[in-house]
């Protein structure tokens, strides 16, 4: 088992003790990749996880009378992050730098997480989970009950989220086209592979389609782009009719990338290599560092 040291990930250091955390579990949820987990549970969509804790440390006996919650508490750790910033630039709203205590981002000091989530059965040492934001592999490092009377403040002010939440409540900006082939390939890739990232790329660039670092929004030669997950979609913008067309779909890998020694951990490796095969033209240039 794999502890974790709870060091300044940005590699200082202030003195003092290291912490070691030993994960109680892992969540298991089938999203590999971190843009098929939402920043916030939809639990609109039906959805089941399940945290399954190692076996040894008599986890069985520390989950009598969990059942009888409907939701709890999962602490867990950021395991693919690196480092730190003390600002950062949110996915959600304009894009602008705010302070990392003040958002949910993943880059903090201690990558540590914090998700309440619908408790939908225990059986044996695993948990039944509702809607999570959790990609595959998570560790978690521990439950706690979910109290109503003291975890809920509906009336409490939420700062400059507020004000996003506003800006999302209305209509969006924009509407958005999708093209013939972008609509073929969507459907080839959801028949053939289970892989279906059309309909948040929609809901997103009818938001806001400009670039935006966070949402993997950017500028090409040919238009736009947005990176989701281990693909992309590119599409065009028309300012003046508010009109956003995606025109096509992507690996976010080049061929010669996904063809390297080790690149079987890539996400969905095989459903890139095939898509090229069919799509040629949708290959991703190489950049000059990844060509050597």
Known sequence: MTDIEGNDSSGASDGGPALVLRPIGFIRSGKAAK?????QPDEREPEENFLELVPGRNFEAALADLAGFERVWLLWWFHRNEGWRPQVIPPRGPQRRRGVFATRSPHRPNALGLTPVRLLGVEGRTLRLGACDLVEGTPVLDIKPYVPGYDSFPGARAGWIDEVDA?????PAFAVRVARLAEEQAAWLRSGWGVDFLGRARELLGRDPSPHRTRRIRRTE?????GCGAWRALFTVDAVARLVEITGLGPAYPRR?????GAEQIVDRDAQRAFLERWPDSELPLKARDAR
């Open 35 to 39: 843009f098929a987990a939402r920043h």
């Open 167 to 171: 800006w999302e409540a209305a209509p």
């Open 222 to 226: 040919a238009g736009f782009e947005i």
């Open 257 to 261: 990338f996904l063809e390297r020694d």
